[in-house]
């Protein structure tokens, strides 16, 4: 549905854009964490492309599937301008989940990154809050990802304030 | 008796008070929620005050999270859609409408769905709407004090839980949406019902409008109150009514149409100034318009069956399941394995009651999903509350808070 | 490497062929079947009598393929591959065929799924709804044969369900050596039943169960106890003897409900006996929740502290009369943990090897061996040049009155009444058990330990090889695993041992003992949902 999107960005990027899939109307573009402002930022701010609208991110926890890198971390963009939507998909290793956050580029995405940090323990570079959101600070863990039991126990929090 | 002079500040002179130096104060750290009842399913808001106008405000969702990606990836396609009812409890039937159209997205199926079944995920969605719109506009107006409003709005929403409920057998939890179509056909007497139910609510709708849009009280507190500028909201991916109250006309049923709502005449109402206000008039005009839609869908509906007919996805019919072996196996395995959706991944997006409802589906090749992650459009909007909360007085909290429509259970998933 | 641009296709392995399976090239070693080679591809040819352990039947024609240049559609499990064969496995004819055999199979069928064990784990479903899915065209009533009829004691047959592969023929036939199942009539009343005279009590008759695609062999052991769909698989192996079987402990709710053998070509092959599998039995049977002194329950640390003094005040009395009873029934590691602190820091001279008496009347050339304990090996190799007495002169110093102290692993210890006896007479007895049985019974201290399914470790069985085990579920209480209640004893008596996990101890251990230098740890193994891992069967 937006092929000329991802036309754009090979054209834009080069080697750069690792990988491209197009797969039950979605259009979706592998990048590096190295190349993910620069190409946000093309995304958004060339006039053909126009993204101005952020929709999610989220990841991917690739562990059951036995496949690496472990992470994929998706970032969907939609324009309003033009009516395309486009998927930006960065892969990081188990050892080291950061990447270039991109709530500077787009406020939209501001929760729903601490979210992925939330869940999965991805750390967002140049996020102005990065805590936790939905769960406590307490909380041990990143709960979605898949090593994660279901039925795994918290430790018991003190309450200091209650002696 | 002391001098009330006396008491106040320390001041002994009347003339005293008529001094220019400002009243020394500092800011203050309130804690709002999450058990208030102007936190629509508990929300806390830590805030810091300056007198009664809010300097910062720190909102803090998570006080309802389920665990809903971590239950789907462990349930079949199935098992997942009495999940999805919990999550935006209002308007049910939507969020079960997305999940199965995300699925068949996977399979391949969006165009193989039978007419029928698509008019009546129609129907059941738009009463689902009519539901949300009603029951955010009462309990935000409740809490400015119109309590008839509210209770006008709710007695409304009855009519139609009572009729989804002799439809699916629960006023809120549905689970009518299934991968191919829905569970069974309409009740026989559901077009007269819905069309009964629809003539009673328009002079409901007169009557709140006439009780809140003109009245000057209602408008001091919600005009110019928690206003988004066009980009400002897009850029931080609001959606649905909020952004429509902005001026920016985005409705994924008219720009990305779905189902068969290419074939409705609906306008869609776009604001101007984007505040509390805009947002109320917006949604009582989307109201009127899914009645439009509703009475155009029981028009047009054809005859047929409500399920698609592929064995690799629909269950068999029950006099087969008990008689022969064949479709006893064909039953069990698609219980026990669930629908086996080929190996991908696909957004699928719907227009929910509170925006862009989307559903991020990863799966594996078996019958369970790898990922099922829900865009929800409260938990977005929620993020920009405390951008609009700036500088507005703590009174203003309530219907900035409620005319975002932050359902709880859409929002902490 | 030649630097000329023609490219040369490389020639194939000697002793392969090369065949066309659906358009993709595929190459085999010779001898092959068109079904195996298929497997190779990722395409699962349904089949029903087809067991790659047994010998081919071909006689449930539900494997068919077409193959070029034969008029009729080929049994895929008895073709062997040739070079420059043609498969085709999804054309119009083989299909067909499929959903025909399938049809044919279900005809009878009785509509047993809401009360079958096999259900969830059945072949005959997972087959029909991948390839057939076609409603019945059956209007004349089944034929009835009878439901319960008692093999032996271990199985009980449905013969309505039996689709007649012949499986469990086979199996009784090949792996156990007797011939003890047989089919009669013909036609629609063919029906499983014992050979004359012969009643299904072979020591590996379960394996019948294993290997039926339907649920007409039942387990007694196992029928009517859980549902399939509902139990989590761990990998591990079986301390039934030194044979070592790998197998899958079925669990759920921290508890084991039956253990299949898993398939190791170099061990066990797709087999293990009736014996072995009853072995999770004894897994909840007076099983010690947390140390005891003089028979009371106690805490760790009293536990402890207890035999710590108890031990020093004996060895600094006299280094000569303690001794230590190291376990054939335990992990490599634990008796590694347990060997380097008799041997190397508390010097000790009576060191001796326990576990089960053999029993040679139980072995057999199939699977089955003398040695009941599952680690003598391992322990062996641990010891090195340094022998270790075994169970008679332990018996012998008892009696002699040699010994003041002793430290056990393992409560497997059979002595003879007067060696029991003078069990009762020592000073001081330390025992590390996880029953309380035999000499754990009337110990001064008896430390709770995890049992084998517990339990994250390495084993030796007799061919030398180290074989991973992988903790099912926790231990019962407080009971801890024997390698840490070792390094806690170590510890309390000043002797200098510390390793954060299991996989330390293995680590070091592979570089001290020769024999373990192939060895590998691997991976932790997470319980799987047998519900989602694919029909077994």
């Known amino acids: 549905m937006s092929a000329k999107v991802l036309e754009a960005l090979k054209k834009k990027l080069g080697d750069k854009l690792l990988a491209t899939e197009s797969a039950h109307t979605d259009d979706t573009a592998v990048i590096d964490r190295a190349t993910l402002v620069d190409a946000a930022t093309f995304l958004r701010d060339d006039p053909e492309m126009a993204f101005d609208a952020p929709v999610f991110v989220t990841c991917i926890d690739r562990l059951d599937l036995g496949l690496e890198p472990r992470f994929e971390v998706c970032f969907q963009l939609r324009s309003t301008v033009h009516r395309h939507r486009v998927r930006l998909k960065v892969p990081l290793q188990e050892k080291d989940p950061v990447l270039p956050s991109l709530t500077p580029l787009w406020p939209g995405f501001n929760w729903q990154e601490r979210e992925t940090f939330d869940m999965y323990g991805i750390q967002f570079d140049g996020h102005p809050d990065l805590r936790r959101i939905y769960l406590y600070e307490e909380f041990v863990g990143y709960p979605l990802r898949k090593d994660y039991p279901k039925d795994k126990r918290q430790p018991l929090v003190r309450r200091d304030d209650l002696d | 008796m002391a001098d009330t002079k006396t008491l106040v500040l320390g001041h002994k002179n009347a003339e005293d008070f008529d001094r220019d130096e400002p009243i020394p104060n500092e800011l203050m750290t309130i804690n709002m929620g999450p058990s208030h009842p102007a936190m629509h399913g508990t929300v806390r808001i830590v805030l810091t005050v300056d007198g009664e106008r809010v300097e910062a405000a720190d909102v803090q969702p998570g006080y309802l999270h389920r665990c809903f990606e971590k239950e789907a990836e462990y349930a079949t396609y199935t098992q997942i859609f009495p999940y999805t009812d919990r999550l935006n409890y209002v308007s049910p039937m939507l969020n079960n409408v997305g999940f199965a159209m995300a699925v068949e997205k996977l399979l391949d199926l969006t165009d193989q769905i039978p007419e029928r079944a698509e008019y009546i995920r129609v129907l059941v969605g738009e009463i689902s709407r009519i539901t949300d719109h009603l029951t955010c506009v009462g309990a935000s107006v409740m809490e400015l004090g119109a309590f008839t409003a509210f209770l006008y709005a709710l007695k409304a929403r009855e009519w139609f839980y009572e009729l989804l409920e002799e439809l699916s057998g629960a006023r809120l939890t549905h689970a009518y ?117 509703l009475r155009q869908a029981m028009q047009q509906i054809p005859e047929g069956p409500v399920v698609i007919d592929d064995p690799r996805v629909a269950l068999p019919q029950k006099k087969s399941t008990y008689n022969t072996i064949e479709a006893m196996i064909r039953h069990f395995k698609h219980i026990m394995d669930g629908i086996r959706v080929p190996a991908g991944e696909a957004y699928t997006f719907i227009e929910g009651g509170n925006g862009e409802l989307g559903f991020f589906i990863k799966s594996d090749g078996s019958g369970r999903p790898y990922k099922c992650y829900v865009r929800s459009p409260s938990f977005v909007q929620l993020s920009s509350v405390s951008k609009t909360m700036h500088g507005h007085l703590i009174s203003d909290i309530v219907p900035i808070f409620g005319m975002i429509n932050m359902i709880g259970g859409e929002c902490d998933k | 490497m030649s630097d000329d641009t023609t490219t040369q296709a490389e020639a194939p392995p000697p002793n392969t062929v090369t065949l066309t399976i659906d358009g993709q090239q595929v190459t085999v070693p010779k001898g092959t079947n068109v079904l195996e080679a298929a497997k190779t591809l990722g395409n699962d040819i349904s089949a029903f009598c087809y067991h790659p352990g047994l010998s081919i039947a071909a006689c449930c024609r539900q494997c068919l393929v077409s193959i070029e240049k034969n008029p009729k559609l080929q049994p895929s499990c008895q073709t062997t591959a040739a070079d420059g064969m043609v498969v085709e496995t999804k054309d119009e004819r083989s299909s067909t065929a499929r959903k025909q055999m399938l049809e044919f199979t279900l005809v009878n069928h009785p509509i047993d799924c809401p009360i079958c064990d096999k259900a969830g784990e059945c072949t005959l479903q997972r087959l029909y709804f991948d390839n057939d899915n076609q409603a019945s065209r059956v209007d004349v009533p089944k034929v009835h044969k009878r439901k319960v009829v008692d093999l032996g004691p271990t199985i009980v047959l449905d013969q309505e369900r039996c689709i007649l592969c012949t499986r469990c023929i086979r199996v009784c036939d090949e792996v156990a050596g007797q011939h003890q199942l047989e089919m009669a009539n013909r036609g629609n009343h063919e029906e499983l039943g014992t050979a004359p005279g012969a009643v299904l009590d072979n020591p590996y008759s379960m394996n019948t169960v294993d290997v039926c695609p339907v649920g007409a062999l039942t387990a007694k052991d196992f029928r009517f106890k859980l549902r399939a769909w509902e139990l989590y698989m761990t ?155 075994g169970i008679a002169a332990l018996e012998a110093d008892l009696i002699g009155g040699e010994l003041s102290a002793l430290l ?36 001064d201290v008896v430390l709770a330990n995890a049992a084998w399914a517990e339990l994250d470790g390495t084993m030796t069985n007799r061919q030398g090889r180290v074989q991973r085990l992988h903790p099912a579920f926790p231990p019962p209480g407080q009971a801890l695993p024997a390698w840490e209640i070792i390094v806690r004893l170590a510890r309390a008596m000043s002797a200098a041992m510390s390793y954060d996990d299991v996989n330390a101890v293995f680590t070091e251990m592979k570089g001290k003992v020769p024999e373990f230098a192939d060895a590998e740890w691997g991976r932790a193994a997470r319980p799987i949902q047998l519900r989602f891992a694919n029909s077994r069967g």
């Open chain 2, 177 to 293: 949406v299934r991968v191919g179509g829905v569970v069974k056909d309409l009740t026989p007497d559901f077009k007269e019902r819905l069309s009964h139910i629809l003539d009673k609510l328009e002079p409901v709708i007169v009557e709140m409008e006439g009780l809140l849009t003109e009245n000057k009280v209602f408008y001091d507190r919600m005009v110019d109150v928690g206003p988004f500028t066009a980009e400002d909201a897009i850029a931080h991916g609001l959606t649905g009514p909020v952004l429509r109250a902005c001026g920016v006309d985005y409705d994924v049923r008219k720009d990305f149409p779905y189902s068969v709502y290419d074939r409705f005449e609906f306008d869609v109402p776009v604001g101007t100034r984007g505040d509390c206000y805009d947002r109320y008039l917006v949604r009582v005009f989307e109201l009127r318009q899914s009645i439009r839609i």
């Open chain 3, 235 to 389: 990998p591990s192996v079986c301390t039934g003897c030194a044979t070592g079987c790998n197998v899958e402990i079925h669990h759920q709710n921290g508890r084991a409900w039956r253990l299949v053998p898993r398939h190791n070509p170099d061990v066990n092959n797709y087999w293990m006996c009736d014996e072995g599998r009853y072995s999770y039995h004894d897994l909840r049977h007076q099983r010690l929740a947390g140390p005891e002194v003089d028979g009371l329950p106690s805490g760790w640390d009293q536990a402890i502290a207890t035999a710590a003094e108890k031990l020093s005040a004996a060895l600094s009395k006299e280094r000569g009369s303690v001794g230590v009873v190291l376990s054939s029934q335990h992990t490599n590691e634990a008796n590694y943990l347990l060997a380097k602190l008799a041997n190397d820091m508390w010097q000790l001279e009576n060191i001796y090897l326990g576990g089960k008496r053999p029993m040679p009347e139980r072995a057999d050339d199939i699977l089955r061996d003398a040695d009941t304990n599952p680690n003598t090996a391992g322990v062996k190799a641990i010891l090195g040049d340094r022998a270790a007495e």
């Open chain 3, 408 to 443: 056990v692993l393992g409560q497997d210890l059979t002595l003879s009444p007067e060696a029991a006896e003078a069990v009762d007479r020592l000073d001081t007895l330390v025992v590390i058990a996880d029953r309380e049985v035999r000499i754990a019974k009337g110990a």
